[in-house]
């Protein structure tokens, strides 16, 4: 189960928040999918190289994403060994991505929602950096603004490669995907 994090509504959609459902929108673009309204998620089924892939973006509020993923979780009886979130991370540059296997939420509402609602760090996460505000500009602001004019084309490759690595993951496991995904930009 791949869980794209983001918020709800138009006027998110195209946010620094919302990159988690990004990726998995350019995933459904990729591989030919389409999603739909499940009650707590808008999600898509698949197989990739045979194995069974389940992709949601959760409709809820960021720091409200872990009781969804539990449910989806326990509806599909996946346990969090089976789960990779994807998501924005502030402490990481525009266009840098990197992979993990567990860790704290560091900072992120949405990953520490999760994180209390499994009760367990141990599940993949997808980490794509949006960089920090400048001058005075709040971080609320900032993750909730949308990306610039000068960013789309860092952001157009950052989803492609975001979505080869989410490949890799799922064929060759998380050692390969990290020795060849992680990247400063």
Same mark, same amino acid.
């Given at each position: 189960?791949?869980?794209? /994090?983001? %918020?709800?509504? #138009?006027?998110?959609?195209?946010?620094?928040? %919302?990159?988690?459902?990004?990726?998995? +929108?350019?995933?459904?673009?990729?591989? %030919?999918?389409?999603?739909? =309204?499940? !009650?707590?998620?808008?999600? @898509?089924? *698949?197989?990739?190289?045979?194995?069974?892939?389940?992709?949601?973006?959760?409709? @809820?509020?960021? %720091?409200? &994403?872990? #009781?969804? $993923?539990?449910?989806?979780?326990?509806?599909?009886?996946?346990?969090?060994?089976?789960?990779?979130?994807?998501? !924005?991370?502030?402490? /990481?540059?525009?266009?840098?991505?990197?992979?993990? &296997?567990?860790?704290? @939420?560091?900072?992120? =509402?949405? /990953?520490?929602?999760?994180?209390?609602? /499994?009760?367990?760090? +141990?599940?993949?996460?997808?980490?794509?950096?949006?960089?920090?505000? +400048?001058?005075?500009?709040?971080?609320?602001?900032?993750?909730?603004?949308?990306? *610039? @004019?000068?960013?789309?084309?860092?952001?157009?490759? $950052?989803? !492609?490669?975001?979505?080869?690595?989410?490949?890799?993951?799922?064929?060759?496991?998380? &050692?390969?995907?990290? =020795?060849?995904?992680?990247?400063?930009?």
């Amino acid at each position: 189960m791949i869980v794209g /994090l983001g %918020n709800p509504g #138009p006027k998110y959609r195209q946010t620094r928040h %919302n990159l988690g459902w990004m990726v998995l +929108e350019r995933v459904a673009y990729r591989w %030919n999918l389409e999603f739909f =309204n499940c !009650d707590l998620a808008w999600e @898509a089924c *698949t197989e990739f190289k045979g194995i069974p892939v389940l992709l949601v973006c959760p409709i @809820a509020w960021m %720091n409200q &994403t872990g #009781p969804v $993923v539990r449910a989806i979780l326990d509806r599909q009886r996946l346990t969090h060994s089976d789960l990779t979130i994807v998501y !924005d991370d502030l402490d /990481l540059p525009l266009g840098a991505i990197r992979i993990k &296997t567990r860790g704290s @939420a560091g900072g992120h =509402n949405g /990953l520490r929602s999760v994180l209390d609602s /499994l009760g367990s760090d +141990e599940f993949f996460r997808l980490k794509l950096g949006i960089g920090r505000p +400048e001058g005075l500009v709040e971080t609320v602001d900032y993750v909730l603004s949308p990306f *610039t @004019a000068g960013e789309s084309e860092v952001l157009d490759k $950052v989803l !492609d490669r975001s979505v080869d690595a989410l490949e890799c993951l799922i064929e060759d496991g998380p &050692t390969v995907a990290m =020795n060849r995904f992680h990247s400063s930009r």
